[in-house]
């Protein structure tokens, strides 16, 4: 059973956001993705909020770009946690998907990554469930290290 819902507002959203996805599945966390825009399913994003926590989900992440309306509404239909990833956008390269998202009202947030930051927010979702799994707390240890492990000490012309 999927632990972390991935949405996002459109198809081509998913070359963005697969990054969440591909990180996850490297810790062993199992996720589902879905295509739930906030404009053209406003159905379907009522629907996902509101069953999302009794299916067993224990984040959601939520992709979108230009008038991002998605991970705010998303926060305002579940108690799960929502991380929010900008998405890049030609007319004005994402700011507009960042400012959409980060600003939200008292009461109902949504932990925004940056402009295109769908990996960090992967890792976000892994260290919010690696709080009551020990052993995804290993592998987010060990993934960590191995990051780390993998930066040289000096540059290269390479
Ligand atoms: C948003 O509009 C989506 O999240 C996407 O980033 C943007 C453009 O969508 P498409 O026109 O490419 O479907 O709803």
């Known amino acids: ?46 629907d996902y909020g509101k069953g999302a926590a009794g299916r067993g989900l224990k984040v959601i992440i939520a992709g979108a770009g230009g008038a991002a309306h998605l991970p705010g509404m998303m926060a305002s239909k579940t108690r799960l946690p929502v991380i929010g990833v900008p998405v890049q956008t030609k007319a004005l390269g994402g700011v507009d998907s960042l400012y959409s998202i980060v600003q939200m009202p008292r009461g109902y947030p949504v932990a925004t990554m940056a402009i295109g930051g769908a990996l960090n927010a992967g890792l976000m979702a892994a260290a919010i469930l690696a709080l009551s799994d020990d052993a995804l707390a290993a592998r987010l240890e060990a993934w960590r290290e191995a990051l780390s492990a993998s930066i040289p000490d000096e540059p290269s012309d390479e």
């Open 1 to 46: 059973m999927a632990e972390v819902g991935i949405i996002m507002g459109s198809q081509s959203d998913w070359p963005t956001m697969k990054a969440a996805a591909e990180v996850l599945g490297e810790l062993g966390v199992a996720v589902e993705t879905k295509i739930v825009s906030a404009h053209r399913t406003p159905d379907r994003l009522w």
